[in-house]
């Protein structure tokens, strides 16, 4: 198949079908982010909500003609055909998506019979006036307007005669694109490839595609239909929607450029497509999906030691494409599982030159394995990976001091308040330092107390501050004997790294972790001079 940008549509509907998603409510700011940041992706549509039935989408509308420049994409107004036994000009809601100002106009309509009987509750014929009658007003008014055929393949199902009378209808009075609906998210890609075929015999005009993910296959059954010849795919960013979603726009584009070989968006917007996923995650309040294709965090991640044993050799030998390609980077994970490829990958991926030194990377191998044992995981705590890693060679980073001792305490007082205390004896070349430190929790306290002993000492600890805090329990046992794992994230401002401790006590768990994060905060931005 032969294609280009400009002759094969990708449509998003982040905006309109994505915010019904549970949980996601964007303000008219987000949707204007979210607008930009798909058309840094290329997308050649943005569907951007029902001006006329949502106020927060009428403003949306009013606010894009003026805030939104974008470069590569139409916005697209969203609505319904003219409802039955009223005259198309009469419609307030055809005349607020007239109003919206869009060079595009999407309409749904019912294409499957029951639908048409039972919800619409009028005839066969006057559903099909209602489309040809409205996407005639909006072509007449300058218009390019596409039809969403709504329960599509069900209705095909049912009665395949009608759901093609709707395409020809709306073909018949202009529209540009008939898109064959999945609105149930029931369809396989076998069954969508036939229907696709049969209509695609039977109507002349462009075809187009709109899965939801009700049985896991909406991006398997866009892709079908564009083998079957569909040339308009629809999707969501990340997948978002309703029930169980829609198809992902960014792993259509993925496969559609990468595997299909069709240059659906320019070729300089591919490698933003991680960037833009999470940025629009962010902005949805949702945590990015690390195990997403092609943009998730773990879509290149390797964790076995035979993968990185060939990856070591070949990078391609284990990854389905460069991860650069859509922005994405090749991890190592470095677990029990590792052998001595995936320390030497890690240490390079890393920055730390692992050249002649085999024995230091026998050691962590055998040192990894017993640790994990132990409950500790390094998968997410490269930082202390890496001064693990540093510690088994000649030039080992020096401890940043001597423990002496630290102690905790927790006071409740009888007006509910509770105050947190730590101190912390430690010798720092040759002198003893004891700080004490209050903190909102034990941890905190800690965390205050240690880097005040150590700050004349080492002033880049001034801009340390923690981040987030993760507690696990491993190994329950009954009553509180258990084995604890914290993950602490850390931050001076510039970066953020992770670390990690292990210990049948949570605090001394706690504590690991704060002196790999200090240690590490040292190591990446040694003291001037």
Same mark, same amino acid.
């Given at each position: 198949?032969?294609?280009?940008?400009? %002759?094969?549509?990708?449509?998003?509907?982040?905006?309109?079908?994505?915010?019904?998603?549970?949980?996601?409510?964007?303000?008219?700011?987000?949707?204007?982010?979210?607008?930009?940041? &798909?058309?840094?992706?290329?997308?050649?549509?943005?569907?951007?909500?029902?001006?006329?039935?949502?106020?927060?989408?009428?403003?949306?509308?009013?606010?894009?003609?003026?805030?939104? *420049?974008?470069?590569?994409?139409?916005?697209?107004?969203?609505?319904?055909?003219?409802?039955?036994?009223?005259?198309?000009?009469?419609?307030?809601?055809?005349?607020?998506?007239?109003?919206?100002?869009?060079?595009?106009?999407?309409?749904?309509?019912?294409?499957?019979?029951?639908?048409?009987?039972?919800?619409?509750?009028?005839?066969?014929?006057?559903?099909?006036?209602?489309?040809? %009658?409205?996407?005639?007003?909006?072509?007449?008014?300058?218009?390019?307007?596409?039809?969403?055929?709504?329960?599509?393949?069900?209705?095909?199902?049912?009665?395949? %005669?009608?759901?093609?009378?709707? &395409?020809?209808?709306?073909?018949?009075?202009?529209?540009?694109?008939?898109?064959?609906?999945?609105?149930?998210?029931?369809?396989?890609?076998?069954?969508?490839?036939?229907?696709?075929?049969?209509?695609?015999?039977?109507?002349?005009?462009?075809?187009?595609?709109?899965? /939801?993910?009700?049985?896991?296959?909406?991006?398997?059954?866009?892709?079908?239909?564009?083998?079957?010849?569909?040339?308009?795919? /629809?999707?969501?960013?990340?997948?978002?929607?309703?029930?169980?979603?829609?198809?992902?726009?960014?792993?259509?584009?993925?496969?559609?450029?990468?595997?299909?070989?069709?240059?659906?968006?320019?070729?300089?917007?591919?490698?933003?497509?991680?960037?833009?996923?999470?940025?629009?995650?962010?902005?949805?309040?949702?945590?990015?999906?690390?195990?997403?294709?092609?943009?998730?965090?773990?879509?290149?991640?390797? *964790?076995?030691?035979?993968?990185?044993?060939?990856?070591?050799?070949?990078? /391609?030998?284990?990854?389905?494409?460069?991860?650069?390609?859509?922005?994405?980077?090749?991890?190592?994970?470095?677990?029990?599982?590792?052998?001595?490829?995936?320390?030497?990958?890690?240490?390079?991926?890393?920055?730390?030159?692992?050249?002649? /030194?085999?024995?230091?990377?026998?050691?962590?191998?055998?040192?990894? *394995?017993?640790?994990?044992?132990?409950?500790?995981?390094?998968?997410?705590?490269?930082?202390?990976?890496? &001064?693990?890693?540093?510690?088994?060679?000649?030039?080992?980073?020096?401890?940043?001091?001597?423990?002496?001792?630290?102690?905790?305490?927790?006071?409740?007082?009888?007006?509910? #308040?509770?105050?947190?205390?730590?101190?912390?004896?430690?010798?720092? %070349?040759?002198?003893?330092?004891?700080?004490?430190?209050?903190?909102?929790?034990?941890?905190?306290?800690?965390?205050?107390?240690?880097?005040?002993?150590? #700050?004349?000492?080492?002033?880049?600890?001034?801009?340390?501050?923690?981040?987030?805090? *993760?507690?696990?329990?491993?190994?329950?046992?009954?009553?509180?004997?258990?084995?604890?794992?914290?993950?602490?994230?850390?931050?001076?401002?510039?970066?953020?790294?992770?670390?990690?401790?292990?210990?049948?006590?949570?605090?001394?768990?706690?504590?690991?972790?704060?002196?790999?994060?200090?240690?590490?905060?040292? &190591?990446?931005?040694?003291?001037?001079?």
């Amino acid at each position: 198949m032969t294609t280009s940008a400009t %002759d094969f549509h990708v449509f998003d509907t982040t905006l309109r079908d994505g915010a019904q998603r549970e949980g996601v409510s964007y303000s008219v700011a987000d949707k204007l982010a979210v607008a930009r940041l &798909l058309d840094e992706i290329g997308v050649g549509f943005i569907e951007g909500g029902w001006p006329g039935a949502l106020p927060k989408d009428t403003e949306f509308f009013s606010r894009a003609r003026t805030e939104l *420049k974008l470069q590569h994409a139409q916005l697209v107004a969203f609505g319904s055909t003219r409802k039955a036994g009223v005259r198309v000009e009469d419609d307030p809601q055809v005349r607020a998506l007239l109003d919206a100002g869009t060079p595009v106009v999407c309409l749904v309509a019912k294409s499957d019979v029951r639908h048409v009987r039972e919800a619409l509750r009028t005839t066969l014929e006057e559903n099909l006036a209602m489309v040809a %009658d409205t996407v005639a007003f909006f072509v007449g008014h300058g218009r390019r307007v596409f039809l969403d055929c709504e329960h599509f393949f069900d209705g095909y199902a049912t009665d395949s %005669d009608y759901g093609v009378a709707v &395409l020809q209808a709306a073909f018949g009075a202009g529209a540009e694109v008939g898109v064959l609906c999945d609105t149930n998210g029931g369809m396989l890609p076998s069954g969508v490839s036939r229907v696709v075929t049969d209509v695609r015999a039977r109507v002349s005009g462009r075809l187009g595609i709109h899965c /939801q993910d009700d049985t896991g296959c909406a991006v398997a059954n866009s892709l079908a239909a564009v083998e079957a010849g569909v040339t308009h795919v /629809q999707g969501t960013a990340n997948g978002y929607g309703e029930r169980a979603g829609n198809a992902d726009t960014f792993a259509l584009i993925g496969n559609l450029v990468t595997k299909m070989g069709l240059p659906v968006v320019p070729a300089e917007c591919l490698p933003e497509l991680q960037r833009v996923s999470h940025a629009i995650a962010e902005l949805a309040n949702i945590a990015p999906d690390d195990h997403q294709p092609f943009v998730g965090a773990s879509a290149f991640a390797h *964790k076995a030691g035979l993968h990185a044993s060939a990856i070591k050799v070949s990078p /391609q030998l284990y990854n389905h494409l460069d991860p650069a390609v859509v922005g994405n980077d090749m991890r190592i994970l470095v677990t029990e599982m590792a052998g001595r490829a995936s320390v030497e990958l890690k240490g390079r991926e890393l920055g730390v030159d692992l050249t002649g /030194q085999s024995d230091a990377i026998g050691r962590v191998v055998d040192r990894v *394995k017993v640790l994990e044992a132990d409950g500790w995981s390094f998968e997410a705590a490269d930082a202390s990976f890496e &001064l693990l890693l540093r510690g088994q060679l000649p030039d080992a980073p020096a401890p940043l001091f001597e423990l002496e001792s630290y102690k905790t305490s927790v006071e409740h007082w009888g007006n509910g #308040v509770v105050v947190s205390e730590a101190t912390v004896k430690v010798h720092v %070349d040759g002198e003893r330092l004891i700080s004490t430190a209050e903190g909102n929790g034990p941890v905190n306290a800690l965390d205050n107390a240690l880097r005040q002993a150590l #700050v004349n000492r080492y002033p880049q600890l001034a801009d340390v501050a923690l981040a987030d805090y *993760k507690v696990r329990i491993l190994g329950w046992r009954g009553g509180t004997s258990a084995t604890t794992r914290v993950l602490i994230d850390t931050t001076d401002g510039v970066g953020e790294w992770t670390t990690v401790g292990v210990h049948a006590n949570i605090v001394e768990a706690s504590w690991h972790a704060l002196v790999d994060a200090l240690t590490y905060a040292v &190591l990446r931005r040694p003291a001037a001079g």
